[in-house]
């Protein structure tokens, strides 16, 4: 016998949240909190939002998830926890953008990246690569390697040694935005445009997912994975059926989807996929073929003392080849350090005398590590050798995330292949277009980061999604409210 | 009794030299040298491109107009020149886009811009401009100072002392590029879109005007100043007269108008005026009140000794205040030291050795320095000596430009004030729409850096424009040929 809900959100992730919340908080609102239920697979609530405060030896916290405001200027979660007073900038916030401090296997030292002007290089590359996608329409897209490896012919004569030797690797910093490597990323779709600065979260974003829970009330039943959706069903009192693994039913009137594209995309038949009833129109199914999904993976080492300089914001260790292939996917994960780069975030500037280092990888990276995290300090002892020219430490505890290997997730976040469509799936999903998705007025939201242009992969993206549902369902719910009176 | 040519082209600057270059060269052209004349007002040939080799004590040679390549990515004139031979990267170019040194007043020495992050804000600021007047197409334009200071105070929280304090000081480099003040400068239109980095020319730009000059062979007539353009008249065997104040007549069939915005914006009654008859259409009239010509001057000091650090491309020395307000324009000129930033180029980058500074300035500094050049060392000598430790010496030569006392160029280029439209002009000019400007079959164009979007204010859009008439008109001259072939 099924549960009777008005409204069921599958995922309480940051966009499924808030999707509750502010059906329940808005102004006006017809709905109580027992009108609402969240679905959550996983025995936790906050999707890819994960702070831990467990793990650390030296009592810290970290984001093992999300962890910074992207696009700072126009961040709606940044600007509604200040507004809130649950963010402070000063004390909970640090743009952690000082210049990057590069090094690279055959320089001894930090290379001269102002000197050298490799920057500026790095910058024009980039707009050359703008130039050759916008300004004729009809251009194929190629990976980021290969654009990269275009420019560095076509621009040669302007080019000093070092830029030809180091800026084409120093582009594959993009592979730390994607958690993809440079080989496969879409070129078209490499540079992207940021609404301001990047803010790190020193105080963890679980203070997002508290806020959300604690002001929404309503029920979450958590390591309930949904494993099939009926809609649109007839001669009910109901509309939807959303059924789980352990069996429960809910019934309801509107449904917010907000599982990630990397589950959307599995096949029915797959142990963690989803079965639709009827089936996903082909438009759907077709649009989640143009997007992928990264795997942007941490690798945390706590040390008993800092041995590199902590007035650093950050150091990225280059990767010895321009290209990014995929070398190690090839060869079976035999992934050898200087292969790929990394990101290496100084934990020292977000807690004073911190001896800790966040290193961000990439797929292959990321799912080799993760499967094998005891591997992690071998891999990366000898770039990590590189940002000091002190003598480096043994970690005292070494921390790896599991976005891959848990099949609930299945990576990161959503990232742009060559070939793919950034708007496809966007528009299939957004339900902001009739005859795209289930059009325009169906009462099955979706949402999520890879549902919205908007902060694509980013919290915001994700929270701004929720919001977007539950203003559609608000206002269908107002409506129906309206003629009912009316009649 | 007036000359007839096939085509008469006003003013031999970059962009009347290239539509007779164009016109003469192309493959087909059905044109001969004698078809064509350039009537030219001042006693040199150049217009905006000035290479000097006879003021310098040191042997040096400065281009006291035009001096970089903008937009390096794309630009039309460096990649012909390295094509033809004429310009070679390595041994004539040089990218001085090094990060710049900041100097102010209250400063003992060099500013540690990367160590307070004060790049990263000036960045920020620029997005935050482009968002305000991008994302709501109805805001009003304000001054850049005015939508600085809304920045500063919006984002008040996210900024630490050192950047409120020097940030919105720093904005002010863009007074550098567009030869007028922050508190005039249009906020809206202040942030470019560059197309790649900035290259030095560093052989001079006179290598492009003498090479277009021997290349065309037409007749140059200079000290001719037209003050009077009869067009479309009926009746004659030619269609239009122009009329200089020497009395020189030429009647053509073709007119390519190239003097500067400033010129153009005169009324007829002034002395450095044109009178057109019929009158321009208002259309044409009001549009040149819809942009302004900036100001950018230059001064340079050579010293027996380099005094400064050699190794670093520029210096910027920041002005007292945030606003830029023309303080000295109200106070009838009162201008002092620290009003105003100043860009100053060391030129030991260009030539080793050579002790020698080039600093830019903007209105209405350069209306001041250029109206009383003997001034110029005292009112720089106590920016300049912030950029050095070392003592700073006294200079053994100065040499000031004299574009805003020059009756023909009144400026330097053209640039936009709060509220004005850049589009407009060059909509009215380009001769590509109908009903706009002379119209899209008028047998006059119009050419020079304020004609075009692409390059505004820079040679290679003047070069592009001049290119652009000497096409059409090349075309016309086909269709026609081929019409009374036909007939």
Known sequence: MAMHK?????????????????????????????DVIILEAQARIGGRIKTDTTL??????????????????????LYSSIEDGSFDVESDGYFN?????????????????????????????????????????????????EIVALYMKKQDCFLTAPQKQLCGRMCRYLELWYGISAHKMSGKHAVMSHQGRNLYNKKGYSFLVEKLQSQTKCTIMTSEQVTTIQRDISGQNFRHLVTTAAGTEIAADYLVVTVPQSILALDAEHSYGLTWDPPLPARIQQSLKTIHFGALGKVIF??????????????????DENTGADVATA?????????YPIYVFNYATIQPSAASLVILTQSPVTEYLEAKPHLAWAYMKPMLAKISMQQICEPINTIVTDWTQNPYSRGSYSALHVGDDPSDAIIQLSGEYESCGLGISSTVRFAGEHTIADGAGCVHGAYDSGERAADWILKHLAENHQAKNAS
């Open 302 to 319: 706590e040390f008993s003392e800092i041995w590199w300089d902590a007035s650093e914001d950050a150091f990225e260790v280059l990767a």
């Open 56 to 77: 650390s030896k030296l009592g810290l916290t970290y984001d093992l998830g999300a962890a910074w405001f992207h696009d700072a200027l126009t961040n709606s979660v």
């Open 331 to 339: 060869s079976g994960l035999d992934i050898s350090p200087f292969m």
């Open 97 to 145: 953008d000082k210049d990057m401090c590069y090094y690279a296997k055959e320089h001894p030292g930090r290379v001269d990246a102002a000197g050298l002007k490799l920057e500026q290089v790095v910058e024009d590359i980039e707009k050359f690569i703008e130039i050759h996608f916008l300004h004729s329409l009809g251009v194929p897209d190629v990976s980021l390697s």
């Open 6 to 34: 008005k409204v069921c959100i599958i995922g309480a992730g940051v966009s499924g949240l808030r999707a509750a919340h502010k059906l329940l908080t808005a102004k006006d609102t017809l709905l109580l909190p027992s």
